[in-house]
T-cell receptor, first 116, second 114 residues
Framework: DAKTTQPPSMDCAEGRAANLPCNHS???????VYWYRQIHSQGPQYIIH???NNETNEMASLIITEDRKSSTLILPHATLRDTAVYYC?????????????????FGKGTLLTVNP | DTAVSQTPKYLVTQMGNDKSIKCEQN?????MYWYKQDSKKFLKIMFS???????INETVPNRFSPKSPDKAHLNLHINSLELGDSAVYFC?????????????FGDGTRLSIL
């Protein structure tokens, strides 16, 4: 599995943008980058994913470098409820049939603390 | 409506007992998973079923046996519980097809072995 590296913790002021970096220098051409977060005592929550283009949805934006060796998750206006552990994951397919037959290998993630 | 629901939410039992955790998803997904999050907060995949067929089986003791009666349910039965089984167990599901459907997680079952 491609390994990801994230800072263990980050702080962000409420209302400001939170930029969470992730390195995945060994990523393969067909491997997607996924971001999940885990708020205390809850299950992981899907945020966004991408292959090589930048992506945006209602929760966040994902910026992937041209060489795909790193990415940044951007929460444009962080709130106190965004305090969580954020996981950057490279998705690995398990079988050749593609689709949902894949596994997520979670690392230690980044604890983002949004301060008032 | 809860998309992926697990029962029970908390489970406290003694070493040596046998217990089951149930998981149900109402998303119409074909694939379901079990993950374990230990005291160090690492999340590791245990099993994956696709249309009731076992797809992923990581290095998990034989005491753990997943059972999928239909594609909306994936239960986890654990025999002869040990202290090291204390953890939070998460169920997840994902859609099928040649897409990149994300996994949706339940809120976990907190298992404590006395």
């Amino acid at each position: 599995d491609a390994k990801t590296t994230q800072p263990p913790s980050m702080d962000c002021a409420e209302g400001r943008a939170a930029n969470l970096p992730c390195n995945h220098s060994t990523i393969s051409g067909n491997e997607y980058v996924y971001w999940y977060r885990q708020i205390h005592s809850q299950g992981p929550q899907y945020i966004i994913h991408g292959l090589k283009n930048n992506e945006t949805n209602e929760m966040a934006s994902l910026i992937i470098t041209e060489d795909r060796k790193s990415s940044t998750l951007i929460l444009p206006h962080a709130t106190l409820r965004d305090t969580a552990v954020y996981y950057c994951i490279v998705r690995v397919a398990v079988s050749l049939s593609g689709g949902s037959n894949y596994k997520l290998t979670f690392g230690k993630g980044t604890l983002l603390t949004v301060n008032p | 409506d809860t998309a992926v629901s697990q029962t029970p939410k908390y489970l406290v039992t003694q070493m040596g007992n046998d217990k089951s955790i149930k998981c149900e998803q109402n998303l119409g997904h074909d694939t379901m998973y079990w993950y374990k999050q230990d005291s160090k907060k690492f999340l590791k995949i245990m099993f994956s079923y696709n249309n009731k067929e076992l797809i992923i089986n990581e290095t998990v003791p034989n005491r753990f046996s997943p059972k999928s009666p239909d594609k909306a349910h994936l239960n986890l039965h654990i025999n002869s519980l040990e202290l090291g089984d204390s953890a939070v167990y998460f169920c997840a599901s994902a859609g099928s097809g040649r897409g990149t459907q994300p996994q949706h997680f339940g809120d976990g079952t907190r298992l404590s072995i006395l």
